[in-house]
Antibody, heavy 119, light 112 residues
Framework: QVQLHESGPGLVKPSDTMSLTCTVS????????WTWIRQSPGKGLEWIGH???????KYNPSLKSRVTISVGTSRSQFSLKLTSVSAADTAVYYC?????????????WGQGTLVTVSS | QSVLTQPPSVSGAPGQRVTISCTGS?????????VHWYQQVPGTAPKLLIY???NRPSGVPARFSGSRSGTSASLAITGLQAEDEADYYC????????????FGTGTKVTVL
């Protein structure tokens, strides 16, 4: 049974770079669109972007200039890097599995990790 | 600012039928992109409820159903149960700008 688990620092300083990792257990990264989604406290969901098995990526236009998603060398992890963070980036960050490049549904989610941006 | 609008809240008594609307535009739902629905109990990750506008994943009760008409989609819960109290989000794809997956604003369902 495939499971996802996010990990990374829970506190990041303003203007710093935030890095999170999603570990795929019970399977490997293959032929899926591995996705990052976030949810600000008390707010709705925001799609950040995804990476496909081949390494191709697509990002939310509103975050594109600050986001990088990559696959780890072990091919059981993928990562999110967000630069120049501010308080507006405080959120629970989820990794999820998608099936299509455009308009995919997400059938498998991690439990989420809270990242707070504060000095 | 989400491009998919949902009512902030809906409520119903146990056994009743409630519907949640998801209003979009010609660049998303109206362009025939699929609509998906998620259920989120506070403090937990969203759970896929409906995919491809009308399909239920294995294990999702048949009382949940999805539909689409024009630039809007709807989620219906028939025979509301206490365990259905949660937040619900629609999701689709928007082809404007560079294209992006988009979520609805979310709806809190309260079982009276």
């Amino acid at each position: 049974q495939v499971q996802l688990h996010e990990s990374g620092p829970g506190l990041v300083k303003p203007s710093d770079t935030m890095s999170l990792t999603c570990t795929v257990s019970g399977g490997s990264i293959g032929h899926y669109y591995w996705t990052w989604i976030r949810q600000s406290p008390g707010k709705g969901l925001e799609w950040i972007g995804h990476i496909y098995d081949s390494g191709s990526t697509k990002y939310n236009p509103s975050l594109k200039s600050r986001v990088t998603i990559s696959v780890g060398t072990s091919r059981s992890q993928f990562s999110l890097k967000l630069t120049s963070v501010s308080a507006a980036d405080t959120a629970v960050y989820y990794c999820a599995r998608g099936y299509h490049a455009s308009g995919s549904y997400f059938d498998l989610w991690g439990q989420g990790t809270l990242v707070t941006v504060s000095s | 600012q989400s491009v998919l609008t949902q009512p902030p809240s809906v409520s119903g008594a146990p056994g009743q039928r409630v519907t949640i609307s998801c209003t979009g535009s010609s660049s998303n739902i109206g362009a025939s992109y699929n609509v998906h629905w998620y259920q989120q109990v506070p403090g937990t990750a969203p759970k896929l409820l409906i995919y491809g506008t009308t399909n239920r994943p294995s294990g999702v009760p048949a009382r949940f159903s999805g539909s689409r008409s024009g630039t809007s989609a709807s989620l219906a819960i028939t025979g509301l149960q206490a365990e259905d109290e949660a937040d619900y989000y629609c999701q689709s794809y928007d082809s404007s700008l560079s294209g992006s997956n988009v979520f609805g604003t979310g709806t809190k369902v309260t079982v009276l």
